[in-house]
């Protein structure tokens, strides 16, 4: 029994039941994903900073024109005046997924992560104009992640494709899920599929840093089925969270799951947004490098590698360019962390760290901050040790098929290239 065995059904179409989860920022490439959907499973974008990563693809200016519209307000803590450009914001968004969805070729689908905590000092606003943009770009799917989402369906509820468009939520409990579908009954607008995420993702997780430990997906998983069954809602379930082999997945497909979504092996593709020498890093991660901590600004945990050149900062904040994490009111707690470490450093050290939180606009801008799932520490087993003592990267394509035929746990290494 393989994962190739089930097939994912979703809005009367069949897919493969692998969903490549969003990584931001742009670790989930436009490649990534088109990989996924040419195979007949689903890949994400993820739209952190996306004009950020229009800059980096297209060699736009919108992050330097930014900067430079609020020069003037660099030294000053209060970034209540900085905001984004809503009509370049949904330029840039249309263009990204323009660029994606242009290139698809196969019979799967391509969806948008879309966190509802990069707040980008108007929350609502910004929400609704990535949305949009999305949709009008064509989007196949969109994944609410990063927040309850409980307002994120109103934002929308008066396009076109509002009916249309396929709408997931990522939740890490029933409970979230039993809010968010309090509202989306009211709007007659249930989600088409549920990513229920565990304790052993990459990313932010939905647990309290004491709680993490004590959680199992596998639990989870089976209580929003229960659930599901108990109101009579007939909703796709899609685990994820630590589900490392094709056997991992065909576990959760047994149980009544209708996918899985996996990330972290995919880290280290040749199509993922990470620079190679990160790759590295990822692939040799011991279980000891791996640590939940609250250095993300957004309050909510986040799983990385305690190597992370983001928990080493004391950069100046970057809300002028970037800015994707302030409140409403302009406020990031790196912000403060950062004037309180700067006071009471000593002179004599030219460096400091600023402890607490770190700058995630910069740390994820720049690869900076490792995050991965608990499982990193096994991505050596997925490939080979080349002869100058660095690691062959994969294909995603080797990785999707290895997840798509693995029995009894096994993994299928990619074949040795003569070079890369
Ligand atoms: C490097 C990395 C970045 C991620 N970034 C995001 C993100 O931007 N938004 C999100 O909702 N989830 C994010 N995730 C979570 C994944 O989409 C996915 O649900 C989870 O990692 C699956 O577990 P696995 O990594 O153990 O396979 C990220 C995961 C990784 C490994």
């Known amino acids: 029994m393989n994962v190739n065995n ?18 931001g920022v742009n670790i989930s490439t436009s490649e990534l994903a088109l990989s996924a ?15 950020q990563v229009c800059d980096q693809i297209f ?10 519209r609020y020069a003037s ?10 905001q984004f450009d809503l009509e370049q914001l949904a330029e840039a968004q249309k263009r990204f997924v323009d660029y994606t969805m242009s290139r698809k070729t196969g019979n799967g689908a391509i969806f948008m992560n879309c966190m509802e905590k990069l707040t980008m000092n108007n929350s609502a606003a910004t929400l609704k104009v990535r949305l949009e943009a999305a949709l009008n770009a064509g989007i196949d799917g969109i994944t609410l992640a990063a927040g309850l989402n409980l307002r994120t369906l109103d934002l929308i509820s008066d396009h076109e494709r509002f009916r249309d468009v396929k709408l997931g939520i990522i939740i890490s409990s029933v409970r979230a899920l039993s809010i968010f579908l309090k509202r989306a009954i009211r709007l007659e607008r249930l989600p088409d599929y549920i990513v229920v995420e565990g304790p052993l993702a990459g990313g932010h997780l939905g647990f309290s840093l004491d709680d993490w430990q004590s959680q199992s997906l596998q639990t989870i998983v089976a209580e929003t089925i229960a659930f599901l069954k108990k109101e009579n809602l007939d909703i796709p379930v899609i685990p994820a969270g630590g589900i490392f082999t094709g056997t991992d997945a065909v576990e959760y497909l047994q149980m009544g799951a209708s996918a899985v979504q996996v990330a972290t092996r995919f880290t280290i593709a040749q199509e993922s947004g990470l620079p190679d020498k990160v790759k590295q890093h990822y692939i040799n991660a011991q279980p000891e490098d791996v640590e939940v901590n609250t250095a993300s600004t957004t309050g909510y945990p986040m799983r ?29 707690p790196y912000i403060d962390d950062y004037y309180q470490a700067l006071e009471s450093r000593d002179p004599a050290e030219g460096r400091f760290v600023v402890k607490n939180h770190t700058c995630l606009c910069t740390g994820m801008a720049r690869y900076d901050c490792w995050t991965c799932g608990q499982t990193v520490s096994r991505l050596k087993e997925t490939t080979n040790r080349l002869p100058d003592g660095t690691w062959q990267l994969p294909t995603a394509e080797e990785i999707f098929n290895d997840y798509l035929l693995s029995e009894n746990h096994s993994i299928s290494k990619p074949a040795i290239e003569k070079e890369q």
């Open 73 to 82: 307000n660099f030294n000053n803590p209060d970034k209540s005046s900085v």
């Open 304 to 332: 990385m590698l305690k190597q992370s050149p983001t928990l080493q900062y004391g950069i100046k904040p970057n809300c002028e360019g970037l800015g994707y994490l302030l409140d409403n009111s302009g406020k990031c």
């Open 59 to 68: 060699g736009t200016t919108y992050t330097s024109d930014k900067r430079q």
């Open 6 to 23: 089930f097939r994912f059904t979703l809005g009367g179409k069949e897919f493969v039941p692998i969903v490549i989860g969003g990584m």
């Open 37 to 51: 959907e040419r195979l007949g499973g689903i890949g994400h974008i993820s739209d952190a900073e996306v004009m």
